[in-house]
């Protein structure tokens, strides 16, 4: 190898470094193992203490087809995905070239040799690299090279980057687990490889590098799937019915494999569980509603064509009253859009779900501690209020690995909701299934197997009056339409509030849900640094929306709806329920191509439409 | 209804008169098959000592779907959506391993909109008494071919069916039902025997039911056809009218094959198996069932049982009592538990 040749960058050397603020892309082929060298490389990052972020974006494909892991370090703690990659790890031939020539000038990229980049632009810093020269010595099994030579890119990065190699020890080894300890030294020993080749061929010339920090401690690394399914163990799920849909059999799959955990009875063994995948979303969600009519914390897991089959299911919950969650992990639709993207895109279908009137709650989780006590809330809500709950979590947030503040052991004790007993029945003589006794419009109701002469009741989908009835009579529905409707009036009074923070002064603000929070976070920063801007902040935890939404929008002369969809879904649900005056206060900020929504094209809309 | 019920003063071993397993009033046309069956269940959940507040009945959408609401009246109940009575059932039974589960459905709902979920429910072996009141045509929406037809039916508008009908039992003893039977409307000793053999079946019993629609299951020509009465009646209310007619009633032996007259004035051959059938074998079934179709019979009785398949229940290792009423203690795992997760994450 002409190495004194090869390791002359095209760009002049930097003076200035930049530290622990950029984003490292690795441009691969899915199907290719490079997932674990991706997660070694972030949790090494991780665990020196910097705040990080990893963002996968791969095609709906086996193998052979393009993928990039982003990894973003930033010593603010901005997590969203930044629009900029300043480090490309370019390993797919394929890419490569439309993935060099898309880098701002100044960047760095690490690629394989024979790929001959450096030829393409002057004003970037390339590092080329061996790796099939390099795989060859630690990996005598040719088979596996094709996965080991990733690990020899950690290996260069964390030489050029200035990464603890004691910490990508550690942070491999976790990645491996105990049991393929074998594997992990094979791999180890890449990393190793790649190190030396780095420390005597390259000369670094990019200002990138990482430094110890201490942003870190106690936080985890976890996918906001896995947070979800965890949030379902301790919330005391009993029967989960599911079909598998990407983006969310991981969180299916993270759920059993919890379950079998944590939730085998101490005595027996047993389950105090069933899963059943189901033959398709219809039964997945009919399942559950039959799980929760007859007392079960019951719960579904799906994404957007789920839901599509899932309508009828829906509103039969809605009108009979029927507990269960449904966690929706929202990916790009219409149709089969894109299904490894991310989007917003279910946001107005789910308030609304199924023909006729219904109105259904949704919780809006941000990161994964949210995505683990929403679990618990979306239960204790779906009992107390006798309704189907939405969790609108997304791709990004389902599919990714996230930095969170570990999760608080729920203290509340679970909330079965109105259920009468044989002994209340004893004592009250017996009840009207749908009748408002507590003026909330939540009626009582009991469980099929309650030893009580009186407890029985017929759950129809078709018109019923209060005793649960067959009922045509107009008042009898109206009746019950209304206090369907007061229903939902009191869920406003329970549904987790809105985080607000006011900026001191501010004409204009930001209202947001779910996973748009970093970007308009970071955004937010940018309007004020860049263009002395104060901007307050809305984001939204449920629907439906309570009194701090319309407060905010009043104490404003603009607000910008900033969501991930392209008809403004959020907006336009703000819009069936206020008045003229506070809709006329409303712009958007639409972001809508599958990927994860940024600050910069935050920033850039509201700078345009505010004239700045 | 027609038939003679047990005495009122009789009770059953729980004490319990025949009068407390009944529901609310039909509504269904007179002489509907479907009101005979509503009879045996009462009969036999009476007769069979079984809690009613154990019961959970459930159904889709349809004339037959409307029935759980006219039996067992003291059990709780859900007539859900149109197709999917499985999938409501199975759920109801993962949340309560202890309910008597118990579903009504027709043939357009098992057989055409559910036929999926109907597989899938075989498939899993949930222990139901599923019961298929069978006529052969949409009642509801005025009397359109379900897949249930036979082969050169009519409808009222002269259109002939040409495609053949789905069998439930053959699919139930192909697909994992683990008791599967047929049985017709109006033979009541038949029928109930069946039904008492379901009701201590453990797995899932499949009991397809021919069922006769005394409106809608009318071909021209018939004397008896929905549009001969409307050119012959005068007083007509065209949207309205349903002729009215008394249940088709049947006895006939085992081992014999009985004709009998439908309300469209076409005839049902009836094949009893003989006493001495031996239900275990599923190859000597299907085969019975396939020559009594060729033959042009419909062939009655308990065709195939297997006492011995694990039921989705067991197949799920779940704790002996109900999940639906487990405590916390029991459902939310302790402090130390999410302890251990949290470390493996940091």
New interface residues.
Partial sequence: MSSAAMSRASCPPTTHSVVNDFSIQVATVNGSGSQTANNVLMRSIFQMGIPVSGKNMFPSNIAGLPTWFTIRANRHGYIARKKEVDFLIAMNPESAREDVETLPPGAAVVYDEPLKLKDLRDDLHFYPVPYDKLVGPVCPEAKLRKLVRNMIYDGVVAHLLGIDLDEMRKALFKQFGARKAKAAEMNWGAVLAGKQYAEKNLVKTDPFAVERMNETA?????DGNSASA?GC???????L?WYPITPSSSLAEALMA?LN???L?AE?K???????Q???E?????????????????MTCTSGPGISLMS??IG?GYY?EVPVVVIDIQRVGPSTGLPTRTQQGDILKNAILSHGDTRHPILFPSAPDECFKMSITAFEMAEHFQTPVFINSDLDLGMNNWMSD??P??EE??DRGKVLSAEDLERLGGFGRYQDVDGDGVPYR????????Q????????GHNEKA??SERPDDYRNNMDRLARKFETMRTYVPKPEVREAAGAKIGIVCCGTSRFACEESRDQLFSEHSLSVSYLRLLAYPFTQELNDFIDRHERVYVVEQNRDAQLAALMRLEMPAERIAKLRSVLHYNGLPIDARSVTDSIVQQEAL | MSTATPSAKKVNRLGLEVLNYKGSRTTLCAGCGHNSITERLIEVFWEAGIEPWRVAKMSGIGCSSKTPAYFLGLSHGFNGVHGRAPAIATGAMLANRDLFGVVVTGDGDTVSIGLGQFMHMLRRNVPLVYVIENNGVYGLTKGQFSATADVGSKLKTGVVNEMAPIDVCLAGIDMGATLVARSFSGDKRQLHSILRTALSHRGLSIIDVVSPCTTFNDHEGSTKSYDYMKDHEEPLHEIDFVPFYSEISVEYDEGTTQEVEMFDGSKLRLKKLARDYDPTSRMQAVALLHEAHSAGDVLTGILYVDNHAPTLIDMLKMVDEPLATLSQSRTRPGREALETAMEELR
């Avoid at chain 1, 047993?270 to 059943?276: D, G």
């Avoid at chain 1, 407890?455 to 078709?462: N, Q």
């Fill in positions: 106690g936080k985890i690394i976890i965890l163990v301790f919330a005391g799920v009993t029967v019915t919890y955990r944590f939730r009875d027996t047993k389950a105090t569980y069933a899963v059943v189901a033959e398709d219809l039964a997945a969600i009919g399942m559950a509603l039959g799980a929760g009519w007859a007392g079960a914390r019951a009828e299911f039969l009979v570990a999760f052991y729920p004790p679970i009991t469980l099929p197997g309650t030893n009580h002469p407890a029985a009741y017929f759950a129809r989908g078709s009835q067959y």
